[in-house]
């Protein structure tokens, strides 16, 4: 029977990460389908890349480069056992795509996308004024707001 905590033992079912070569120096992450999110890899930083990743699956891992030329060299990564008393790393959370709809843009305007960091009152002259720290990071948490550059249409919707 496997057991993820047997760093000998090995999956029916290896996990896959396929790195595909787009350039003579970019190249394209893959793990079980799904594409990792980062800026394309360098071949200087393509073995730190597949190791990490590796590391992170905790299982032995078939790994395929497909080169330009259409030659593909493939391998089996083994992690490298982490002793029993250490932490596994997590795996970096993936990307979480929500999207928003709206009507009333004119057909090909650019259409600004805003997230409501917070609200604010207009004062008795009708004015308002917002500070916002440079250093904040901006999150989905509460409204987003699709803004028509041209036609003025505005949606305001929740992130829920």
């Not at 990460?17 to 389908?33: C, R, Y």
């Not at 890349?49 to 493939?74: K, M, N, Q």
């Not at 990071?137 to 041209?150: D, M, S």
């Not at 036609?151 to 929740?158: A, D, E, K, N, V």
């Amino acid at each position: 029977m496997w057991r993820k905590s047997d760093p000998e033992a090995v999956p029916a079912v290896l996990p896959l990460i396929i790195a595909e070569v787009i350039s003579e120096e970019h190249i394209v992450l893959t793990v079980n389908g799904q594409r990792i999110p980062a800026a394309p890899t360098t071949r200087d930083e393509l073995g730190r890349a597949i190791g990490e990743l590796v590391t992170r699956l905790h299982s032995p891992t078939r790994v395929e480069v497909h080169e330009l030329d259409g030659s593909v060299w493939a391998d089996i990564i083994t992690p490298v056992a982490v002793p029993g008393d250490a932490p596994i790393p997590p795996a970096a959370p993936g990307p979480v795509l929500v999207e928003f709809t709206s009507e009333g843009f004119v057909p090909g305007e650019d259409v600004a996308i805003a997230l409501v960091l917070r609200h604010t009152s207009a004062g008795g002259n009708g004015t308002a004024r917002a500070l916002v720290d440079r250093a904040e990071k901006a999150t989905v948490t509460g409204e987003v707001i699709l803004l028509g550059r041209i036609s003025g249409t505005l949606s305001i919707q929740r992130a829920d």
